[in-house]
C-alpha cells in the first residue's frame, strides 16, 4: 500500500524541488548583484541627463528662444526617496530578467550547454541585445519630455520586438542549421521594417545633444548591466548547483 | 508504480520549476517595467527611462 501514497506525493520530487531551489537562489543573487551595480551606473551616468532634460521638460529651461542656453545648468542632487526607489526597481527587474535568464540557462544545459561566467557574459549580450538594444533600435531610449505615440501601443510593439528578438536569439545559439538562422534574422528585422509606434508630430522641448547623450548613456549602462546579468546568472548557476551536489 | 511516476515525473514535469521562474520574471518586469498605476509609474519612473521601456 505504501508505494501507492509515494506515487501521489511524487508531483514535487526532490530532485524538482532542488531544480526549484537552484534556480530561485542563484536569479536571485544574480539579479540582486546586477541590479544594485546597474542602478548605481544609472544614478552616476544616467540620471544627471535625465534631471538636465526635465529641466527642458517642466519649461525652467527653454532653448532656441532669443538668447543662448548655458549648457551646464544646476542639477537637483541626490534625492534620498526618488534615487532609493530607483535602485529598489533596478533591482527587481533586473532579478525579474535573472529569473527568465537562469531558467533558460537550465534548459540550455539539459541540451548539453556548458553553463558558466565566461559563457554567461555570451548570454548577457545576448539579453542585451533581446530586452535593450532590439527595442531600442526603433524606440530610441526615451528622454523625460520627447514627443511618443500613446504608450499603451509602443508597449505592445516593444514586447512582440523582445519576444522575437529573444527568440532569434535563441534560435542563433541553438537552432544549429541554415534554416534557423534565415528565420533568426527575419525575426530581428521584422518589427524594425514594420515600424514602431510613432508620434504625429514633434513637440519635444529637449535639445537634441541631451536627447542624443540620455541614449547613448542608457545603451552604454544597458550593455554593463546585461554582461553582469549574464556573468553572474552563469556563475551562480554553477556555483549553487556545485552546492547542491555537495550536500546532496 | 513508484519507479514509473518518477520517470513520468523526470520527462514531463522537469520543465515545470523553469517555467514558473520565465513567468515570474517576465510579471516582476512587466510590473516594474510596464504596468501604469500612477504610484508604480512615479516609483519606476526614472528606471523605465534609463532601462529603455516605453514610459509615459
Given amino acids: 500500500m505504501t508505494p501507492r501514497m509515494t506515487c501521489v506525493t511524487q508531483l514535487a520530487s526532490p530532485a524538482t524541488k532542488q531544480m526549484y531551489t537552484r534556480i530561485l537562489t542563484s536569479a536571485l543573487f544574480a539579479g540582486a ?10 544614478l552616476v551616468f ?14 525652467e529651461l527653454v532653448h532656441f528662444g532669443g538668447t543662448p542656453v548655458s549648457a551646464h545648468p544646476e542639477l537637483p542632487g541626490f534625492d534620498l526617496m526618488r534615487d532609493s526607489l530607483s535602485i529598489v526597481f533596478t533591482m527587481l527587474t533586473y532579478t525579474g530578467y535573472t529569473l527568465v535568464m537562469v531558467a533558460l540557462m537550465s534548459m540550455a544545459e539539459g541540451r548539453g550547454a556548458a553553463i558558466n561566467a565566461r559563457t ?11 530586452f535593450h538594444l532590439a527595442p531600442g533600435f526603433t524606440l530610441a531610449p526615451e528622454v523625460p519630455g520627447v514627443a511618443a505615440a500613446d504608450v499603451g501601443d509602443r508597449q505592445v510593439w516593444w514586447t512582440a520586438t523582445v519576444a522575437t528578438a529573444g527568440a532569434a536569439m535563441w534560435l542563433i545559439a541553438y537552432g ?17 521594417l514594420i ?8 513637440s519635444g522641448p529637449v535639445p537634441t545633444e541631451i536627447g542624443a547623450l540620455f541614449a547613448a548613456r542608457a545603451f552604454g549602462v544597458g550593455l554593463a ?24 | 508504480m513508484t519507479t514509473k511516476t518518477l520517470n513520468a515525473s523526470a520527462a514531463g514535469l522537469g520543465f515545470l520549476p523553469a517555467v514558473f521562474a ?17 504610484a508604480l509609474h512615479d516609483a519606476a519612473h526614472d528606471v523605465r527611462h534609463a532601462t529603455g521601456f516605453p514610459c509615459h
Fill in chain 1, 33 to 42: 548583484a546586477a541590479g544594485l551595480i546597474a542602478a548605481l551606473l544609472q
Fill in chain 1, 46 to 59: 544616467v540620471q544627471p541627463v535625465l534631471l538636465h532634460a526635465e529641466l527642458y521638460e517642466s519649461g
Fill in chain 1, 120 to 130: 554567461g557574459l555570451i548570454w548577457g549580450i545576448a539579453g542585451f541585445i533581446a
Fill in chain 1, 176 to 192: 544549429g542549421n541554415k534554416i534557423s538562422y534565415l528565420i533568426a534574422v527575419a525575426l530581428l528585422m521584422a518589427p524594425h
Fill in chain 1, 195 to 202: 515600424g514602431a509606434p510613432e508620434p504625429d508630430s514633434f
Fill in chain 1, 225 to 248: 548591466a546585461w554582461a553582469l546579468v549574464g556573468t553572474f546568472a552563469g556563475y551562480f548557476w554553477q556555483t549553487e548547483g556545485e552546492r547542491a551536489e555537495a550536500s546532496a
Fill in chain 2, 22 to 38: 520565465i513567468v515570474l520574471g517576465l510579471g516582476v518586469v512587466t510590473l516594474t517595467g510596464h504596468v501604469q498605476a500612477a
